[in-house]
């Protein structure tokens, strides 16, 4: 009795402790500070500006281990103003028309002049630039739309407009620019009077943009006559698109004032000019070649180049800020471009691909019903719904003020490695088509300049290894920022807030995600405004979120600083996260597009394939846990019955492959926003006549087959049959007709270009320009 008393009093003491406030962090929090800050990684002050650069979205709520569906569900669809849409189809349109990806990379190594003045004088180089000062004041939706239909198109194109609209000089000069700055440089911008470049990457320095050795020098020196206060820069930059025909450099260095003449610091920081490259000492370099691709980049350089210090951007008080800058502007123009312009060409490769394979015929069968082909054409379709999907919603967010820093790298992310995996499955499938390059080739210059893409705007290497869970962990999660901060002022109430919500949020991720793991997510509660159809996969989604909460925590616990250099774990705690984000984007687009019966295959070969990628993402870090005996207690928990999601299922991807075959309302949505010339004289609209052609010819050559089986025509080919079976009026002659269209339009779909013994060197001469007319 006594022993039982004893005990009743500890627990009511340790409640006590627990529970009350001052006692909880006299006792306990005090102690776990002094070893929380001992554990504490250390944190540069570039890491700690890109930590608190952009904000948090919806990346936080997937982070929570419960996500709120309905307030995913309440984000409002994006839409285009009646002048954006016009935009879109008519001046967008108009420049789709006059470039191609093989007069750009084999007849002028660049746009066509009449493309690039078209370009400067439509305002495409200013969509993102206010109208105040002559911009067109796009939504960050419609710079997404412009992006995507440029890039079904032509690459070259997509990529000298969606640079100037994202980072670069622009979106810099809108966030930090003084007035002076913007009244005289964005109208300049918007007109296309300055062509914008901006200059990070240093040939030492590339993924560790925050090391780049560039340097500038505060000192006095003699400009236009006066002696003034500015800085002597040197630099060294590669890579930079744009570069070798701009007139206006964007440039990021480190800043130093060793005489202190602004004030105490030696070392300012990283600091963003603009500086005209007519600048005496600045020098632009030649062109690089990224793969062919033909795009102006190239390198530029200056040694002890003086200038104002009123070039920073911002004005000098703005001296020292440029990677906060640089990391806020980033997280908003990654979520833009590339996801837009892999989206664009990934559009390009599913329609054109999925009619040729319909138009192709083998053993008398079109080969898109074989089951070999119908694998990676599924996977065309569904990666595309979800690309789609999660560039949509990105943009959106953007356009609601978000500046998702997590969400960007996730999209920029996998969308370019989808991209790259969907091209090279278009590839397999066209075969000796998609290889031999010419006018006729919709496909070859997309596969070829594919690596750009990965490589650019953080690599993807480094992307996924370093920044998608490594911010995510810190940025989405709702106390370890708190913690941290709370730690480094030695804040012992905010820290034992923060802490002891911690432990209840920990707790809690446990419990639901060993009971949805064990329940099958049975008993998730989900809105009354998701569709039924989709209900499961909420479901399931609400576990996996659970169970990456948990698994981030008890990483973050075990390992401690040590988890930033464990990067197999967390690049793959990330793709758990990027799993999540992709499908959420994915439902939303279902409900958004009115929950269409017919999309269905593509919803849910979707999400499937993303259940089954984070459970095995997820498998994966367990599995593989530095601290084994962890690692075994959070299979445990989260996987307790063993991984149940399966990749989607054969016959699922058979009804996805089907829809990209045949004409439909669900293979216009799928691409939807792309640039589809109907002209027979262009490859894509001589594809398109041709599905339409073949599809119409096949109950014909059916009957024909049934004829011959019979014994009632006979014939050596397709022509002699044809020609037999209206003989015997077993056909029409508009049927004969339409043979004869489709017979035509598929050679001319199979044809590739043959050039001469150079390969046309010799007869690349430029297309006639237009006359003017005599005044």
Request: hydrophobic letters at 45%.
């Amino acid at each position: 009795m006594n022993s039982l008393a004893v005990l009743a009093a500890v627990l009511v003491a340790c409640g006590v402790v627990l529970t009350v406030a001052p006692l909880r962090r006299l006792f306990i929090s005090r102690l776990l500070l002094r070893w929380y800050r001992g554990r504490l990684p250390a944190m540069s002050q570039t890491e700690r500006e890109a930590i608190d650069a952009g904000t948090v979205w919806w990346d936080a709520e997937l982070f929570s281990g419960r996500p709120d569906w309905a307030k995913l569900l309440a984000v409002p669809q994006p839409k285009l103003t009646a002048e954006e849409q016009s935009f879109l189809d008519n001046e967008t349109e108009q420049l789709c028309a006059m470039v191609s990806d093989w007069e750009t990379t084999e007849i002028y190594q660049d746009l066509p002049p009449q493309a690039w003045q078209f370009i400067k004088d439509k305002g495409f180089l200013g969509m993102i630039i206010p109208k105040r000062y002559g911009g067109r004041e796009f939504s960050a939706t419609m710079h997404s739309q412009v992006i995507q239909k440029l890039a079904s198109r032509c690459g070259v194109a997509a990529v000298h407009v969606m640079v100037p609209n994202s980072l670069g000089p622009a979106e810099l000069l809108l966030n930090y620019g003084t007035e002076e700055q913007k009244n005289h440089y964005l109208p300049r911008l918007a007109k296309g009077l300055e062509i914008p470049c901006f200059g990070l990457t240093s040939p030492h320095a590339g993924s560790d943009a925050a090391a780049i050795p560039d340097f500038g020098i505060v000192c006095k020196g003699s400009w236009e006559g006066k002696e003034i206060l500015g800085m002597r820069v040197t630099w060294e930059k590669r890579y930079i698109t744009l570069g070798p025909i701009s007139t206006l450099l964007g440039l990021a260095f480190r800043l130093r004032d060793p005489d202190h003449l602004l004030g105490k610091q030696v070392d300012v920081g990283i600091t963003c000019a603009l500086v005209p490259s007519h600048t005496p000492g600045v020098n632009i370099g030649r062109r690089h070649n990224p793969l062919n691709a033909v795009f102006q980049n190239g390198p530029n350089w200056g040694k002890d180049v003086f200038m104002p210090l009123d070039w920073i951007i911002g004005g000098p008080k703005m001296a020292g800020q440029g990677w906060r800058m640089l990391m806020e502007c980033l997280a908003a123009g990654r979520s833009i471009s590339l996801p837009s312009s892999s989206t664009g060409y990934c559009k390009l490769a599913a329609r054109a691909t999925g009619a040729y394979a319909r138009v192709r015929s083998q053993f008398k069968t079109p080969i898109g019903k074989f089951e070999g082909i119908e694998e990676p054409l599924a996977r065309i379709g569904a990666n595309l719904y979800t690309m789609d999907a999660a560039r949509a919603m990105t943009a959106g967010a953007v356009d609601l003020g978000e500046k998702p820093s997590v969400i960007s790298a996730i999209v920029k992310y996998h969308l370019t490695e989808r991209g790259r995996a969907l091209v090279n499955d278009a590839m397999d499938i066209l075969g000796g088509k998609g290889i031999c390059l010419g006018p006729n080739n919709f496909i070859g210059r997309s596969y070829q300049q594919l690596p750009i893409a990965i490589t650019v705007e953080g690599a993807n290497i480094l992307t996924r290894n370093l920044i998608v869970f490594g911010q995510g962990a810190i940025r989405c999660h709702p106390y370890v920022l708190r913690e941290m901060q709370a730690a480094r002022d030695g804040d012992l109430a905010a820290f034992d807030r923060a802490l002891f919500g911690h432990v209840r949020h920990v707790v809690a991720n446990e419990a639901r995600a060993f009971f949805t793991a064990i329940t099958g997510s049975r008993f998730v509660s989900v809105p009354s405004a998701a569709a039924p159809q989709a209900r499961r996969y909420y479901q399931h989604l609400t576990r996996m979120s659970s169970a990456l909460a948990y698994a981030a925590d008890i990483s973050m616990l075990a390992l401690g600083g040590s988890l930033k250099r464990r990067e197999r774990i967390s690049a793959r705690l990330g793709d758990v996260l990027s799993m999540l984000y992709l499908a959420s984007a994915t439902l939303k687009r279902f409900e958004d597009e009115g929950r269409q019966e017919a999309d269905l295959p593509l919803l849910r070969w979707s999400l499937e394939d993303a259940l089954a990628r984070a459970a095995d993402a997820l498998h994966g870090a367990l599995a593989n846990f530095p601290v084994p005996f962890v690692g075994a207690l959070l299979r445990l928990a989260i996987f307790p019955l063993g991984r149940r999601f399966a990749p989607p299922s054969d016959a699922l991807g058979h009804a996805v492959a089907r829809l990209l075959i045949a004409p439909s309302s669900t293979r216009d949505r799928l691409c939807a926003g792309m640039y589809l010339p109907r002209a027979e004289s262009d490859p894509l609209g001589c594809l398109e006549a041709a599905l339409d052609a073949a599809i119409r010819a096949e109950a014909v050559e059916a009957r024909i087959r049934a004829a011959q089986k019979s014994g009632l025509v006979g014939g050596s080919g397709p022509e002699e049959l044809a020609q037999g079976a209206f003989a015997a009026k077993i056909i029409s002659g508009e049927e004969l007709s339409l043979l004869k269209r489709a017979a035509q339009l598929r050679d001319e779909v199979i044809r590739v270009d043959d050039f001469p013994q150079d390969l046309g060197r010799s007869e690349a001469i430029r297309p006639a320009q237009p006359q003017r007319a005599a005044a």
